[in-house]
């Protein structure tokens, strides 16, 4: 149904247009009744005005159907707001505001209306914008490249992932069929594709794979409800109280270090200016990676307590949970909160952290290490059960959850006892 209206619609303007060039009487072309015309007859008008032999009225015909209905764009619509648009219930500006549409979002064209409203559905998001608004068309897909990602789903298992774009090219790796990965460019039967961002150079390491074995799609940003936007917001304020309770909990713990430090130099003196023996017991020392609190958490709870900082920000060099980590910043972090002190970066981590266990053996909380094509450390995740990790990913994605096996897992290692 949908896909007729758009072709109805292409149709008539062509009608239109016919009349207006064609006629030589302006009020006959503005006469309500072409309005009424079926698909028949307006194929039939078009092979009339062909057979006239009237060229500038045939170019123009097949620039508007080239443009129209044979567009893969033609019922897809771009925003092209400033911020962005509201969708309202009804096609008035005093209707309720339903969701949002913001710059470069798409939606589905459902109906075109009287008085420069269109209806539209986008994601989750279903009721009517002004026409003016979208850009559709040819316009719309010339903002495909500004504004909509391509993702590329492997659908063969053990799928080579190479250096260049050729059958002679090295292997890289290995992928498990349904891993998706950002798409960074296509080149002829190949697509190079976004594997993850090196953690000890801040790179993209990226390979590439044949188009016969991925499902390429391109994937434009969809409308907001406002039940959703409000959930997003709700969930960002959660992330942002829970990485405040962390560092106040790590400023108690910095404060009772200071205090329990100050009472043993008090002690000290005392025994010195009491002239005691000499020889006094050594006291221990904290314990500098938290204490008594080391070893307390469960790999569940460290799981758990990663997942709510998915959707935040990919930074190279951060360790911020809320404003931006790389993938070991990320797992230096969580379980810094949980008084363990990890080596910084990923590839010192899966040498040092806790201890080696086997694949077959994961459990939530364990982290699990990837390599590059030198066969070097550079990207680990938190295993959170189900066959699921959370980390945080590139540039491109941020803190996600993925498949384990969506690259060839290089180690396990476990650090909760």
Not at 66 to 95: C, D, H, K, M, W
Request: aromatic share 10%; glycine share 8%.
């Amino acid at each position: 149904m949908r896909k007729y209206q758009a072709i109805k619609s292409a149709v008539f303007t062509a009608s239109a247009l016919i009349f207006l060039l064609a006629s030589k009487d302006r009020v006959y072309a503005n006469q309500a009744s072409s309005v009424e015309f079926g698909v028949a007859g307006i194929s039939k008008t078009l092979g009339d005005v062909y057979s006239s032999g009237d060229h500038e009225v045939s170019e123009k015909i097949t620039e508007l159907f080239n443009a129209e209905i044979y567009s893969p764009f033609s019922n897809l619509g771009v925003s092209v707001a400033t911020n962005y648009v509201n969708v309202r219930s009804q096609p008035s500006t005093e209707s309720e505001v339903v969701g949002k549409l913001y710059n470069g979002c798409a939606a589905e064209i459902l109906e075109w209306l009287e008085g420069d409203w269109v209806k539209i559905v986008s994601g989750d998001v279903e009721g009517y914008i002004a026409s003016n608004y979208l850009a559709t068309g040819k316009a719309a897909e010339e903002l495909a490249d500004e504004h909509a990602e391509k993702y590329a789903t492997v659908k063969a298992e053990g799928l080579r992932v190479r250096e260049e774009p050729s059958l002679e090219a090295r292997i890289y790796e290995l992928l498990s069929s349904g891993a998706r990965f950002p798409v960074v460019k296509e080149d002829g039967d190949w697509v190079e594709i976004l594997l993850s961002t090196d953690d000890d150079r801040g790179t993209d390491f990226t390979g590439f794979v044949h188009k016969d074995y991925v499902d390429v799609e391109i994937i434009f940003k969809e409308a907001i409800s406002i039940e959703e936007e409000q959930r997003i917001i709700r969930q960002q304020r959660e992330a942002e109280r829970a990485e405040a309770e962390r560092l106040q909990r790590l400023a108690e713990e910095e404060e009772r270090r200071r205090v329990e430090e100050a009472r043993r130099q008090e002690e000290a003196r005392k025994a010195a200016e009491e002239k005691k023996k000499t020889e006094q017991e050594t006291k221990k020392e904290d314990n500098p990676t938290g204490g008594s609190s080391k070893g307390s958490a469960t790999g569940n709870e460290i799981a758990n307590y990663a997942q709510k900082f998915v959707g935040n920000r990919y930074v190279w060099g951060g360790t911020s949970l809320t404003q931006g980590a790389d993938c070991s910043g990320f797992v230096y972090t969580i379980y810094q909160q949980y008084g363990y002190k990890l080596d910084r970066v990923s590839r010192d981590q899966a040498r040092t952290a806790g201890r080696k266990v086997d694949i077959s053996d994961r459990q939530p909380g364990d982290l699990i290490f990837y390599t590059d094509s030198r066969g070097t450390v550079n990207h680990v995740a938190i295993y959170i059960g189900n066959d699921k990790i959370v980390h945080a990913a590139n540039k491109r994605q941020g803190i996600i959850i993925s498949p384990y096996n969506y690259r060839k897992v290089y180690r396990v290692r476990r650090v909760v006892n």
